[in-house]
């Protein structure tokens, strides 16, 4: 499975950007989705996901109410809209996906993407 991130740039802060993921090489229906985030120093942080069964969704504390995560398994593509970003959201987002499984919190997942660099000016 390949993983194509696209979406990310330069916002201010209080902005929105949406990110997306392209996957492809395999069936996307059976593939639980989702977003990572690594800021500069930091480890890589769960952000967002969605599940291959029944699309049920799940967030990270910092980010609930504020990011959205969709799929469309018509297109094989996952979405992350990012709402109210603020200068501590600037990282590079990494898309994720597992096989028949949720997508693991600790980022123990079957796919990466080659991430996109997403920046919050203040």
């Known amino acids: 499975v390949q993983l194509v991130e696209s979406g990310g740039g330069l916002v201010r802060a209080g902005g929105s950007l949406r990110l997306s993921c392209a996957a492809s090489?395999?069936?996307?229906?059976?593939?639980?989705m989702g977003w990572f985030r690594q800021a500069p120093g930091k480890e890589r942080e769960f952000v967002a996901a969605v599940t291959w069964n029944s699309g049920a969704t799940y967030y990270a504390d910092s980010v609930q109410g504020r990011f959205t995560i969709t799929r469309d398994n018509a297109k094989n593509t996952v979405a992350l809209l990012m709402d109210n970003l603020e200068p501590w959201d600037a990282a590079v987002y990494y898309c994720?996906?597992?096989?028949?499984?949720?997508?693991?919190?600790?980022?123990?997942?079957?796919?990466w993407g080659q991430g996109t660099q997403v920046t919050v000016s203040s």
């Open positions: 994720a996906a597992m096989v028949g499984r949720p997508i693991p919190r600790n980022g123990d997942v079957d796919y």
């Open positions: 090489g395999g069936s996307f229906s059976t593939l639980s």
